[in-house]
């Protein structure tokens, strides 16, 4: 974990801060959103910093519970205000990201802001350069559990609810309510903040429990007639653009199918693409003894964790058309798949 001198070099570096610019990756999820909020609110509570938090694109509505009304600007609404707000701010604060092209239309907007600029993040390989302070802890459930022991270092007077409350969403979402990616600390963290007096009964109702009729409409459809199964064990789903249109899917509503083949004994990795504009959005999540990050890497220009990474792949450019993205996830799978120790070897 990071010392707390840089805690406490954050801190005086937000209390002599009058305009904050915090920046999360594009499409933003519940992490992204539950970490920026958190530290907004943190702002807010104890220094006399304007923040905003700036987003490449819009959040999903599931969120909306948490997002204070007026902090947020997203840049795919309003640009020039996004691009204003980070150029001309005095602290800037990149969240849950570890490079500047994760944040899409903002990324020339980090390029150019010219004031400190402090990384917080949870995925390997951050661009430490780009950066005069650095929170980088990969064995850590998310984000917004990372923000929750930097805040707790530098608030020995302990931290409200409007503060703690995001952070469990954050860390709640990235941990899948608890399937992945905790740790001994996300225990300690969520006990801490539930002590404090946070609802999580609330959190977990709002995040599972208020879907759209079309979501679940849409799951059995593409477990019953669009998920294949590799003969080396990589379950796939690929969604052209016309049937995310046909079940209405908005983004974020996708959140954890891809999840949900790793349940059969027999698949070690399972992908998600979905169709975006010349090219497919790709989700990819893994078993321990496969590595979701280095299969992203190789074959989809991405990366993010071990066991749970994304990436993209275009079209034309990586494949000829779109048709021929299932005999490129077939043909990567194969060739990653023999190269990866088979199970119980590793
Ligand atoms: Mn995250």
Redesign the pocket.
């Known amino acids: 974990m990071f010392e707390i001198q840089e805690a406490l070099t954050f801190k005086s570096m937000c209390e002599s801060s009058r305009k904050v610019a915090i920046v999360v990756h594009a499409h933003p999820d519940g992490?992204?959103m539950g970490c920026s909020c958190g530290l907004r609110a943190y702002l807010g509570a104890f220094t006399s910093a304007e923040c905003r938090i700036v987003i490449p694109d819009s959040y999903p509505d599931t969120l909306s519970f948490f997002v204070p009304e007026g902090s947020v600007i997203d840049a795919s609404r309003e640009q020039e205000d996004a691009f204003a707000w980070v150029t001309s701010c005095d602290l800037l604060v990149v969240m849950?990201m570890n490079r500047f092209d994760r944040a899409s239309v903002l990324a020339p907007a980090l390029e150019q802001c010219t004031s400190p600029r402090v990384l917080i993040d949870?995925h390997l390989d951050p661009d430490r350069g780009k950066f005069s302070l650095v929170f980088s802890e990969t064995d850590i459930s998310?984000?917004s559990e990372l923000t929750y022991w930097i805040l707790k270092g530098i608030c020995p007077e302990g931290l409200p609810k409007e503060v703690l409350k995001p952070l469990l969403v954050g860390m709640t979402t990235?941990t899948n309510n608890f399937a992945n990616s905790v740790w001994p600390s996300t225990f300690t963290m969520a006990s801490e903040i539930i002590a404090a007096g946070v609802d999580r009964d609330e959190i977990l109702s709002y995040l599972y429990n208020e879907y759209r009729e079309n979501r679940l409409r849409a799951l059995g459809y593409i477990l019953s007639r669009k998920m294949e199964i590799s003969s080396d064990g990589v379950a796939y789903v690929i969604l052209d653009a016309g049937e995310l249109n046909s079940f209405d899917l908005q983004d974020g509503e996708t959140e954890g199918f891809v999840n949900m083949p790793l349940s059969l004994g027999k698949v070690r990795m399972s992908l998600l693409l979905k169709e975006d504009d010349g090219y497919y959005r790709v989700s990819v999540r893994s078993k321990k003894g496969v590595s979701a990050n280095a299969y992203a890497k190789t074959f989809f220009h991405g990366g993010g964790h071990e066991n749970a990474s994304g990436g993209r792949l275009y079209f034309p450019g990586d494949i000829p058309g779109r048709e021929m993205a299932r005999d490129y996830v077939e043909q990567t799978a194969a060739r990653f798949m023999r190269s990866t120790a088979p199970l119980g070897k590793n």
């Open positions: 992490d992204a849950d949870h998310s984000a990235d």
